[in-house]
Each structure stands twice: as C-alpha cells, then as structure tokens.
C-alpha cells in the first residue's frame, strides 16, 4: 500500500499580480529567478510522485500558466499522473495547456476572491471581468472548474449575493477557504481576518439559504480552530444535505520551484523554505520524502493547514 502525501509543487515564483494575502508570497513578474527547476524534470518529478506515493499533487505558483511551455510538459504525462495533479490560476493569463490534458486534470481552480470589481480589486488588484472571460472560455470547451474563493472580512457574510452571483455566471463549483495569515498576509488579520461570529453567521447562512440551481459543487474548508464549531452543527448541516468530513492527516511535502523540498505549503515562499529536509537534485529524494513520511516527519502542526471540510453535491 503506498503512502498517502499531499504535495504542493511551485513551477514558478513569477506572477503578474500581487494580491495581499499571498501566501506564497510572489515575485513580480519581471524578475527572472535563478536555479529553476526545467520542465522536463518537473514532469520527471511529477511522475515519479505518482508512480511511488498516493500523491496528492497542488500545482502552483506564483501564476503557473507564466510558466512557458507548462501544457506542451503536462501533455507528455500519462492520464494516471493528471488525473492526480490539481492547478490553481488566477484567470488573468490564458491557460494555456490543450483541452485533452485539462479534461483530465483532477481539478482546475480558478481563484476570484470578490464576485464585484471592488471587492476583486480589494484583494487581487484586478476587475472581475478577465477571469469570467476565461471561466467562461472554459466552459464553452466543456473543460470543468471550480472557482476557489478566499472568505476574507470583505465578503464572509455576503454568502446570498456570491450565489446570486454564481448563478449569474454559470458557475456551478465553488469552494470557500478561510483567509489565513501566512506569506504576504502575515500581519494583516486586522484588515482581512475573520471572526468567529463571522464563522457562525457563514454557518447558518449555509443552512438557510436557497442554493442556487445549477450549483453542482460546495466546499468550505476550514481550519483546526474552526472545527469545534461546525462540529456543534454537523446534525443541522446534514439535515440541510451539508456533509461534513474530516480532512485526514496525509504527510505534506512542498517542492519549490528550485527544487528544494519542505513540509509546510503555508511556510515555502520565493525567497525560501525554513523547513527544508532535501532537494529534488538529490538522486534518493523519493526516498527521503517516503522515509521522512514513515516516520512522521511530514507532519504540518501549523495553524493554516485545512482539517475539516463542509461538502454539498448534487
């Protein structure tokens, strides 16, 4: 039985915006950073993830698809490895990768943190207009997405107006994370934090309201210090067709984009890793991830990673 482990992989710090809260804490687009990982080896990578872990594969940025030639790599890879790798685009850039091998991704998320121009301005800097434009592209190749949506203090309480909204727009998959103050974020709560009467309301919001009909798909994911409270709920929310499932806790890897490898996605940024342990240069580096994983050292204890998730699909 191979191990489980969840691994975030940064095929580029670069990006073209430079939202607030990234966690990753982005380059600007201009910069050429040294020492990145080629293309190739990055699907070498990828592949042997696959074929020696149950993996679990985030495939990020910085903007991925400023990566140049990330689709022409994803193309070569077998329907096995795609099937296992999720790609998380802002929407401002095309994505750029054949129809063939996005229909075969496990997920595309196309991130909108506002469904108004101000609220997209407030947190990414740009209007929500460009990003329909490519979900709407999407959706005329018959290539499924799911629009991941960070729930900061500007819109955790809007839940009847981002369905409306929704609905709107023909997006039938969302999923919701919580703000968390990590990478570019640290030190921001103030501005963008939720509370945890926030967390209530958005609770109960999730049990009144009407969803909207051609919603397919909702995730909340929610952090440790959240789980508490929905729990309390969990009769509520299943009765109101709300699953609610304990997210398990795989062994995490993080690879970036120079090849060093880390545990936590949420303390990897463009300028380093405080927790690295190898390199992917490394010839053994599958077998110091699997030993490392055997003997819990891949463990993130930290406050940000996901623990619970409140699911409804059709």
Not at 226 to 240: G, H, I, N, P, T
Request: charged share 20%; net charge negative; aromatic share 6%.
């Amino acid at each position: 039985m191979r191990t489980p482990l969840d691994v975030h992989l940064y095929v580029t710090p670069r990006c073209n915006l430079s939202c607030p809260h990234c966690y990753y804490d982005a380059m600007e687009r201009g910069r050429q950073p040294a020492d990145t990982l080629d293309l190739q080896e990055i699907g070498r990578i990828l592949t042997g993830l696959c074929e020696r872990f149950d993996a679990d594969v985030s495939l990020e940025g910085g903007e991925p698809f400023m990566r140049a030639g990330l689709g022409s790599m994803l193309s070569t890879l077998d329907a096995s490895v795609l099937a296992r790798i999720t790609i998380t685009t802002n929407g401002t850039v095309r994505v750029a990768a054949p129809k063939a091998v996005l229909s075969q991704l496990g997920g595309l998320r196309i991130s909108i943190d506002g469904h108004t121009d101000q609220l997209q301005q407030e947190l990414r800097g740009v209007e929500v207009a460009p990003v329909l434009a490519t979900c709407a592209s999407l959706r005329s190749m018959r290539v499924a997405y799911t629009v991941r949506m960070t729930l900061y203090r500007g819109n955790v309480r809007l839940l009847r107006d981002i369905y409306s909204w929704l609905a709107a727009n023909e997006i039938a998959r969302i999923s919701l994370f919580e703000y968390q103050a990590s990478g570019r974020g640290i030190g921001q709560d103030q501005m963008f934090g939720v509370s945890s009467s926030d967390i209530e309301q958005l609770l109960s919001d999730l049990l009144r309201l009407p969803r909207p009909p051609g919603l397919e798909l909702l995730t909340l994911n929610l952090a440790q210090r959240r789980v508490e409270s929905a729990m309390s709920r969990q009769e509520e929310l299943s009765d109101a067709g709300v699953g609610l499932l304990q997210l398990p806790e795989n062994a995490n890897c993080t690879i970036n984009y120079n090849g060093t490898v880390g545990v936590s996605p949420w303390l990897v940024t463009a300028s380093g890793s405080p927790d690295i342990f190898t390199s992917t240069h490394s010839p053994t580096f599958l077998d110091e991830i699997e030993q490392a994983a055997v003997r819990g050292g891949l463990h993130d204890a930290g406050p940000c990673l996901s623990r619970i998730q409140l699911r409804y699909e059709r």
